[in-house]
Structure formats: C-alpha cells, structure tokens
C-alpha cells in the first residue's frame, strides 16, 4: 500500500525526469519480510494439508476454494486454492522482478532514476536466488537412470527476451547439463516451476 500511495502521485505528474526509483528500493529492501514467510511455506502447506485429513470442515472449505478457481481461470472474480493464495507472495516479488527489469531497460543509463532501479533489481534478483539456495539441498544431487550423479553448481534467474515477450525463466547448471526452465501454469492457478 505505502508503495502504491508513493508511486499513484507520481504517475499523474509523470514527467521524463520523474523518478520512482526510491520507491522500488525500498520495496526491494522490505523483502526481508517474505524471508520467514518463504521459510515456512512447506510448513504451511503440511499443515494446510494435515489440516484437509484431520478436520472435514477444513478439507471442504479447502475444496470449494479449489473447485471455483478450477471453474473458469480466465474469470478475474475467481477465487483461488489454498496453495495458490499461500504462494502469492513469493509471486509478488517474481512480478515486481519482471516489472523492475522492463523498467530498467526503456530507462536511459544517464536518468537520475537509472542507478536506484539498477540496485533494486539486483536486491530483488539475489532474493529470489536465495530462496532458491535455500530449496536447493533438497534436490541438488539427482541419479540419474545408469546411476550417474548429477550435481548442481548453480542457478540463478534469468529474463528471456522473445520477439519482444519477457518470460522470467530459472537456469540450473549441473556437472553435466545446462537446464533453463520456465513457469508453467497448473489448473489451480498456481504458477510452478
């Protein structure tokens, strides 16, 4: 909300020196918050689901949830599932992500709001990578099927650039295989990797 009190103002008066630039970092520097959030989402979810097997009053408010995002997904008044609205913070800061990245490629280097977007890009990209670090052990040695181990050196986001489209994609680089993956939609909603 602070957010969008500070950029509604600025976006009336918009000029090609107008800056919003402060506005992004801070947002950018706030992210700390979604760090114990992330930390308890599979928590979250265990719970959510041991909730679904111990409570029918639970289980059924949790299937209506996901029987009407599963109804139409074009329709705006939808309501979504339980996983889904339990992911839509982590969403947020991939959204705000994209959005910094295409702001920062239409603003010229030598605009006073070019530095400030450049840092909060790179606040909100070392986030996401982080949670992803996180998420990591968890898979970071995979067999494969002749018994060969997989490791993973890195990975990191990306933003693919295609006739004009941006697409948020995550590389990983394995010992030996380069993989880019994108977001892919599910019937609840609910973006995955």
């Known amino acids: 909300k602070d957010f969008y009190d500070g950029l509604s103002p600025r976006v009336h008066q918009w000029s090609h020196q107008q800056r919003v630039g402060d506005l992004f970092q801070k947002l950018a ?22 909730c679904c097997q111990a ?10 949830l996901r029987a009407r995002s599963s109804k139409d997904a074009r329709d705006q008044t939808t309501k979504n599932s339980l996983e889904t609205l339990l992911y839509k913070p982590v969403d947020r800061v991939t959204r705000s992500t994209l959005v910094l990245h295409d702001l920062l490629k239409h603003t010229p280097s030598s605009h006073p709001d070019y530095l ?52 948020l994609r995550h590389v990983f680089l394995f010992t030996d295989l380069f993989l880019c993956a ?12």
């Open 55 to 64: 409570n029918v009053q639970f289980a059924e408010i949790s299937e209506n």
């Open 182 to 193: 994108k977001l892919k939609k599910q019937i609840g909603g609910k973006s995955q990797q």
């Open 116 to 167: 400030l977007l450049q840092d909060a890009l790179r606040i909100s990209q070392n986030f996401l990578s982080s949670i992803n670090e996180e998420i990591t052990p968890r898979r970071q040695s995979m067999t494969v099927q002749k018994g060969e181990h997989r490791q993973l050196l890195k990975d990191s986001f990306m933003v693919e650039l295609v006739e004009g489209s941006r697409k």
């Open 29 to 50: 520097s706030q992210l700390g918050v979604y760090r114990a959030f992330v930390d308890n989402y599979e928590v979250a979810m265990e719970t959510a689901e041991k």
